[in-house]
């Protein structure tokens, strides 16, 4: 079964840039599908951050950017601020389209 | 710009069903494709499955079996139903605009979220 496989945290202070990976499992992501980020501060509704690997969305900050490599998609935060501090996942299709995903997420603490 | 609202009881009975209901404001039910997704305590994001008003559906194949997405047009909005709920569906659960097509999906925006706990 597919799986999208992030780390469970990451950390850096306020000004730094911090990377956050999200590995699929199968070649299903590096071959054909695209991958999505979010932003999900506890208590509140998740947000898009990143749409089709690498598009921001209209009015988001240039200080979040998305890339892919292989099976490998990542979320890069330049310029950490103290309101990025929340958790972050990934998603994508898997199994051939068949169902959406998302990865286990990633609890981003600005220091 | 187009703003969603979870809305349903926060309690359900072991073995019962689980309805929930999604309403649009800002834009037409009949013009995108909807979904639920949903998050159990200290764990991550599940997607439960998303349709468009003509009746395209898709449902997660470990909850296909319990779950039925279905739209209110003449209220604008789109509803969840869980059959034969168990503890393991103690969740918040999330509606969500879904863009998807061959090869993309993403998700947005989303609603604040309603907590629902399955318990006697």
């Known amino acids: 079964q597919s799986a999208l496989t992030q780390p469970a945290s990451v950390s850096g202070s306020p000004g730094q840039s911090i990377t956050i990976s999200c590995a699929a499992s199968?070649?299903?992501?590096?071959?054909?599908?695209?991958v999505s980020w979010y932003q999900h501060h506890p208590g509140k509704a998740p947000k898009l951050m990143i749409y089709e690997d690498t598009k921001r969305p209209s009015g988001l900050s240039d200080r979040f950017s998305g890339s892919k490599s292989g099976n490998t998609a990542s979320l890069t935060i330049s310029g950490l601020q103290a309101e990025d501090e929340a958790d972050y996942y990934c998603c994508s299709y898997a199994d051939s389209g068949t169902y959406v995903i998302f990865g286990g997420g990633t609890k981003l603490t600005v220091l | 710009q187009v703003h969603l609202q979870e809305s349903g009881p926060g309690l359900v009975k072991p073995s019962e069903t689980l309805s929930l209901t999604c309403t649009v404001s800002g834009g037409s039910v009949s013009s995108y494709y909807w979904s639920w997704i949903r998050q159990s305590p200290g764990k991550g994001l599940e997607w439960i499955g998303h349709?468009?008003?003509?009746?395209?559906?898709k449902y997660n194949p470990s909850l296909k079996s319990r779950v039925t997405i279905s739209v209110d047009m003449s209220k604008n909005q789109f509803l969840l139903k869980l059959t034969s709920v168990t503890a393991a569906d103690t969740a918040v659960y999330y509606c969500a605009r879904y863009y998807g097509s061959g090869s993309f999906v993403w998700f947005d925006p989303w609603g604040p979220g309603t907590l629902v706990t399955v318990s006697s």
């Open positions: 349709m468009y008003y003509s009746g395209r559906i």
């Open positions: 199968n070649g299903d992501v590096g071959n054909y599908y695209l």
